[in-house]
């Protein structure tokens, strides 16, 4: 039996030294001789027998492993590529992770930078109105532009309606900075099954409340029975 919790923890850091060491095909002699210290030692730390390892010789090894101290330790990475994470997902969730970056990357490929003439790339129409029918892909086309453009943003939409009157009019231009979750109270792109909508979004205990600023249209009201998705918030 371990003595102590401190005793296991040595003991799988060991571990985690020696398989690294095993996968990269790296003898217990290299390491040693680039930390200068004997071949016996490089094993002591293996098998957790050495109680306390300096901070510098964890970090050096595991530059020697190219790896990080934190995987050695067990602890989350923030460098461990993609790929590793999404090999540890079940199936429902890299199902889930492989859906979200092919649709990143449409959205990615269909984004056209400004360019010198002040050119943009409308994405699609979004309704300020009743709902127009999907983002649709072969909406897209750049025209040109002579309004002020905002520093950043991701997409670019052309309204279609007067539900969002007086501060953004049928046939105006509007900027949107991708954020895919709502924001209360702001105004966002949001698809709602097959509609798409820009509106005033408010979150409530079971539904998503969509806002004109038009008092006479009626608010629209979705729930887990829809299929929402959040493009992104207007940038003003």
């Known amino acids: 039996m371990y003595n102590s919790l401190q005793?296991?923890?040595r003991i799988k850091v060991g571990e985690r030294i020696?398989?690294?060491r095993k996968e990269l095909k790296i003898s217990a002699d290299d390491i040693a001789n680039k930390l200068?210290?004997?071949r016996s030692t490089i094993f002591r730390y293996e098998k957790g027998d050495i109680e306390k390892?300096?901070?510098e010789t964890l970090n050096e090894i595991?530059?020697?492993?190219?790896?990080?101290?934190q995987s050695l330790m067990g602890w989350y990475d923030s460098s461990e590529d993609i790929a590793t994470i999404y090999n540890r997902l079940n199936t429902d969730r890299q199902t889930k992770v492989y859906n979200y970056a092919q649709h990143?990357?449409?959205e990615q490929n269909k984004v056209i930078d400004i360019n010198e003439n002040k050119g943009i790339y409308l994405q699609s129409k979004v309704a300020a109105g009743a709902g127009v029918l999907d983002l649709d892909p072969t909406y897209g086309e750049t025209i040109s532009?002579?309004?002020?453009?905002?520093?950043?943003?991701?997409?670019a939409f052309l309204v279609s309606g007067n539900s969002m009157t007086p501060t953004f009019e049928d046939g105006e231009i509007i900027f949107v900075e991708k954020y895919p979750n709502p924001i209360n109270g702001a105004i966002m792109v949001v698809q709602i099954d097959e509609n798409a909508y820009i509106k005033k979004v408010y979150l409530e205990k079971n539904n998503l409340r969509l806002v004109s600023l038009n008092q006479d249209y009626d608010d629209i009201l979705a729930d887990g029975n829809n299929n929402i998705r959040i493009v992104g918030k207007v940038v003003f």
């Open 104 to 106: 990143e990357l449409e």
């Open 62 to 69: 595991a530059r020697i492993l190219h790896t990080t101290p």
């Open 53 to 55: 390892m300096p901070t």
């Open 7 to 9: 005793e296991v923890f």
């Open 145 to 155: 532009y002579d309004g002020e453009i905002p520093n950043h943003y991701d997409l």
């Open 18 to 20: 020696k398989t690294r």
């Open 36 to 38: 200068g210290v004997s």
